[in-house]
């Protein structure tokens, strides 16, 4: 096999090895999902979720709006961070956060 590599020019030489690093990749990604399998497998047995063991956090959940523009109502609030500029523009013309919230 090496005498066989010795004849290979570089550009075949560079794609042989991108092949071998492609199906590297590829088996050590077969491997996790064989272990994933298998532990999720032994999780369920026992009664738990493998989330729940490795203590795997759920995604954050976008905070609902509380508040909403009435001149446009694609525009909202959630009441957390920096009030928007039309809120504050109103509120500077004399308006009550209570206008404009969500019933």
């Given at each position: 096999?090496?005498?066989?590599l010795e004849t290979l020019t570089?550009?075949?030489?560079?794609?042989?090895?991108?092949?071998?690093?492609?199906?590297?990749?590829?088996?050590?990604?077969?491997?996790?999902?064989?272990?994933?399998?298998?532990?999720?497998?032994?999780?369920?047995?026992?009664?738990f979720s493998l989330d729940e063991?490795?203590?795997?956090?759920?995604?954050?959940?976008?905070?609902?709006?509380?508040?909403?523009?009435?001149?446009?109502?694609?525009?909202?609030?959630?009441?957390?961070?920096?009030?928007?500029?039309?809120?504050?523009?109103?509120?500077?013309?004399?308006?009550?956060?209570?206008?404009?919230?969500?019933?």
């Amino acid at each position: 096999m090496a005498k066989d590599l010795e004849t290979l020019t570089l550009k075949e030489l560079k794609d042989l090895r991108k092949d071998i690093d492609s199906a590297i990749a590829s088996f050590h990604d077969r491997e996790k999902a064989k272990a994933k399998a298998v532990l999720e497998a032994t999780a369920k047995e026992m009664g738990f979720s493998l989330d729940e063991i490795i203590g795997k956090k759920s995604r954050r959940v976008k905070p609902v709006a509380k508040y909403r523009n009435p001149e446009n109502p694609t525009e909202t609030w959630s009441g957390r961070g920096r009030r928007p500029r039309w809120l504050e523009e109103a509120l500077s013309k004399g308006a009550t956060l209570e206008d404009f919230a969500i019933a």
